[in-house]
């Protein structure tokens, strides 16, 4: 389990539950699920055009995902933002799989952005991935004031002096940032997982922000690392344990709660 080619899975499975585990409580804080939902999943396209053109869909997937974070933003304040989000998110699956239907040689390079390969990292992917996870948490800590103040309670967050507005896109760019770190390791569909299920565990638990980072990093890594030992063990894919161990914890979590409440 621990041999010299799964060093680079235990790193990567590390940094990728770190960066979800602060970025997701905000995501939960923010009621961005929607948002970390379709941003994962809208880079498809770009993976899809990079491999038709010849160029590495993790260029293009990170591309994909600026661009459509800074498009979902930007037209989300013009009109009804989840509408918005959802046509994005149509536009840009369907136009994937219209590229991907025009060059079939690397289609599995492009589903694997989509399921993940834990299992395979390199060192370039890990390099890659951890400057954007860095990038994305080191932006967290640097408006981690006004982004508290932003998702908690933004109308006095803005009589305080605070630009929400500038605030959400920042944090819609760190969302794409993380996108680009970690889909290439553990697929859009894990990334929602992990960006949702272990942080909303730690909120319906803890009692200030700063404890549902800590415990939300806790149940994200518990998370990871069951999921690579057992996909390691049973020869099963990752993705499997992932959701099911991420939806155990978060199902616990609110039986918990209710349990203190009452």
Not at 28 to 56: K, Q
Not at 81 to 86: E, G, H, L, P, T
Not at 185 to 192: C, P, Q, W, Y
Not at 208 to 214: D, L, S
Request: aromatic fraction near 8%.
């Amino acid at each position: 389990m621990f041999e010299a080619y799964l060093l680079n899975t235990w790193y990567a499975s590390t940094v990728v539950a770190v960066s979800a585990g602060i970025i997701g409580v905000f995501v939960i804080m923010r009621g961005d699920s929607f948002l970390a939902h379709a941003i994962p999943h809208g880079s498809f396209a770009g993976a899809a055009v990079a491999v038709t053109i010849g160029l590495s869909p993790v260029t293009g997937m990170g591309i994909a995902a600026l661009l459509s974070a800074l498009a979902m933003h930007l037209l989300g304040k013009k009109g009804r933002r989840d509408a918005v989000i959802a046509l994005l998110l149509v536009f840009l699956l369907a136009g994937g799989a219209f590229m991907l239907s025009m060059s079939g040689d690397y289609s599995n390079q492009v589903y694997a952005l989509l399921f993940g390969q834990v299992l395979a990292v390199t060192d370039a992917d890990l390099l890659t991935m951890s400057i954007l996870a860095l990038i994305a948490v080191a932006m967290v800590l640097c408006m981690i004031r006004p982004l508290l103040a932003s998702s908690i309670i933004p109308e006095q967050a803005r009589v305080q002096g605070v630009r929400n507005n500038l605030v959400a896109l920042l944090f819609t760019i760190v969302i794409a940032c993380v996108t680009t770190a970690s889909v290439p390791i553990v697929g859009a569909m894990l990334l929602f997982s992990l960006l949702i299920a272990p942080p909303a565990a730690a909120c319906a638990l803890a009692r200030n922000p700063i404890h549902a980072i800590v415990l939300s990093c806790v149940f994200a890594l518990g998370c990871m690392w069951a999921s690579v030992a057992l996909s390691v063990l049973t020869d099963l894919p990752i993705g499997f344990f992932v959701a099911t161990s991420s939806g155990c914890i978060y199902a616990i979590a609110k039986f918990v709660a209710h349990v203190w409440k009452h």
